[in-house]
């Protein structure tokens, strides 16, 4: 199943431009917001995980902060991050990974994740993931996926749905409290809403 789904993304990447694909975003609104308000260090050591060739990374740079990691399972996507980013790219660390192989070596103080959760479709899947994330994460986590009133695919592949509570209690119960959780009505290149729900969370000590 995993070679199945880096071969799936690697081709949406060879082979479809950023306003072909649903999830472009050109200013990561929501993200930056949570991101700016939690008021972290410059230094924070921070990873985008599933950021693919997302702008969050762009912007955070624009914003000083300088230990930046971007974490997807294609290749392809990665490299076109970095063609974008010219000189800047080498300012960020880039792991090409599936999610539930990620075996970080050091704490993140921030983490990301704009829709790759939800495609953790099962409960052994949903719990591998809250198992790396509760290891790896000293701090902050930012987690959006499609809402109880967004899609019920992405790319063709099934993702598993949250409400605001739904996430809480995936989360809360692994270690983390919740800050706060909105919505967001994600407008496609193609003019499609797609409705989001973004909840942030801090490591419970």
């Known amino acids: ?58 912007f955070l740079l624009k914003e000083g902060y300088t230990n930046m990691s971007v974490l997807d399972i294609s290749a392809a996507a990665i490299e076109r991050a970095k063609d974008r980013l010219g000189l800047d790219a080498a300012k960020v660390t880039w792991i090409v990974c599936d999610i539930l192989d990620f075996h970080p070596s050091i704490k993140y103080d921030l983490w990301h ?13 949903i719990h591998q993931y809250l198992q790396i994330i509760k290891e790896a994460v000293d701090g902050m986590v930012i987690i959006g996926t499609f809402s109880t009133d967004g899609p019920t695919k992405c790319s063709g592949l099934e993702i598993k749905q949250y409400d605001e509570n739904g996430m809480k209690e995936k989360f809360e119960t692994n270690s983390f409290k919740n800050i706060e959780c909105k919505r967001e009505d994600h407008i496609t290149p193609s003019g499609i809403v797609q409705n989001f729900v973004f909840c942030s969370f801090l490591k419970a000590h």
Not at 37 to 51: L, N, P, R, V, W
Not at 113 to 119: E, N
């Open 1 to 58: 199943m995993k070679d199945y789904l880096k071969k799936h993304w690697e081709t949406i990447y060879q082979t479809k431009q950023p306003n072909e694909v649903s999830w472009t975003q050109e200013v990561p609104t929501v993200s930056l917001e949570f991101i700016l308000q939690f008021k972290i260090s410059k230094t924070a050591h921070i990873i985008d995980i599933g950021g693919g060739d997302g702008k969050l990374v762009d």
């Open 113 to 125: 994740d704009r829709a790759a959760f939800h495609f953790q479709t099962d409960p052994h899947q």
